[in-house]
């Protein structure tokens, strides 16, 4: 998906609240901006949003240096989904269909999204993803795809969210990757995230290599890139793995819920909508 | 109120937003924003935001040639006021307190904001604010400063919106100057709008003679600055006149819905909160 000017001045807001959460002074944040607003004038509209968004997140910290600016936040996210898997565990339990299920809570999971908005409610978004009819679902395509696949490449989104799909992988026959990034961009899983959330348990973890948002496959590691390659079925959670992977074919399967306007029109679903689609 | 930091990402979505409602095609509408982040990066935040969007929507013009881009959007929400008018009616017959009722219609009026949104309900919001309880509350001290005022001056804001001022007005036994905008920017009440809504009816219509957003006393034109320097009682309504009178004094009473949290946070109120505020 390519980049709209819609999206100006989402990266504006986002650099202005990774900047805050770096512990800039307003000083700072206000050169973190200006420097956002040269890099925004030379924008090429043919790239998608998080390659873009990758060039503002590396400009927050050139100018503030390195770290992990989300890393209290997404602690604090996944210790809130840890706390709900009992009632998760319940709900599958009582399930008529496991994987639909299964597919819903992962989309509720993906509420949770410090690129849009950083206060989110995590029961009454599961309550609601599990009675709201689907936006786009490719539900049976999946199931199918599932049966065949020999391997399963899951596309990490967001900490905390790692719960969620945790369950989903648990509901699939097949050994899952589960893929996080190489390093801390906005609230994304990493390894260190993947693993507080014990998805290390039901699946293998592998870094893609790059913390870009999104998998721009060309910034991904070569070991990355390969299981990619290989992959007869690919998961991929969030709207960043949509906007990053849009036009990858029939093998990736997007689940998440459409947050953002921008995104919600290029998938012809209502914001809000859940969205379960084959590429 | 000063212009805070959080406020450039607006800035930038208002600017598209403009050129959008002025036909402009996308190449124009990049043309545009890159004129608007280049204008930002020079941005003096002791100046009050509706100052810097003055600057902004005056880019938007120089690129784009004058216009009234939100001309249909006005006109429509002004008629859709006008529907409302018995229902309106009705409330206030049926008011306990005439003032504190016809206070809440107007600030109920309020949630016409294309500078916030460009979508709302009228109806349900005006059940709302009915009911909901006053953020800050200055009822006493208007009541008897209307009491006390030989003449009032009354800012408006928005299209529609002058439909509910209407109703306000009519409570009011002194004479009323309402103070509309010079010219067109974004969906701010002209004399053209006023008369639509029939203020000129209950009142004497004053143009500002600027066409900034809010009150910038220096670009109004002298009569209107003679005008408000003697008005003994000014009920300044909305957030743009708040962000550029918030220092003038008690003689002024703000009339508002905080829609935008950085407003909301300097007012000391909750999103959503309903507003009306001694100076």
């Not at 990619?228 to 074919?249: C, H, M």
């Amino acid at each position: 998906m390519h980049t709209y000017l819609d999206c100006y001045s989402c990266f504006v807001r986002q650099a202005l609240e990774a900047a805050r959460q770096l512990g800039a002074d307003e000083q700072k944040q206000k050169v973190v901006l200006e420097g956002v607003l040269e890099a925004l004038k030379d924008i090429d509209l043919s790239f998608t949003p998080p390659q873009i968004g990758d060039q503002v997140h590396r400009l927050v910290r050139q100018e503030l240096g390195d770290g992990d600016p989300y890393r209290s936040f997404k602690e604090t996210a996944t210790r809130e989904a840890l706390a709900l898997l009992p009632r998760l565990r319940k709900v599958l339990k009582e399930a008529e269909d496991l994987l639909d299920t299964a597919v819903r809570l992962s989309i509720a999971g993906n509420i949770i999204d410090a690129g849009v908005r950083s206060s989110y409610e995590l029961w009454p978004t599961v309550q609601r993803v599990l009675s709201q009819p689907f936006a786009v679902e490719d539900l049976e395509p999946l199931r199918q795809s599932l049966a065949d696949a020999p391997k399963v490449l899951y596309l990490a989104d967001n900490a905390g969210e790692t719960v969620f799909d945790r369950l989903l992988i648990e509901c699939i026959e097949a050994p899952v990757v589960y893929a996080v990034k190489g390093g801390p961009i906005l609230n994304d899983a990493t390894v260190e995230d993947a693993q507080m959330a014990e998805v290390d348990r039901v699946a293998q973890l592998l870094s893609t290599g790059s913390d870009a948002p999104g998998t721009i496959l060309d910034c991904c590691s070569k070991p990355f890139q390969q299981v990619y390659a290989e992959a007869s079925l690919v998961i991929a959670k969030g709207q960043a793995n949509y906007e990053t992977l849009s036009e990858q074919g029939t093998k990736v399967f997007f689940l998440l819920q459409a947050k953002c306007p921008v995104i919600a029109r290029d998938l012809g679903v209502p914001v809000g909508g859940l969205v379960l689609r084959r590429g």
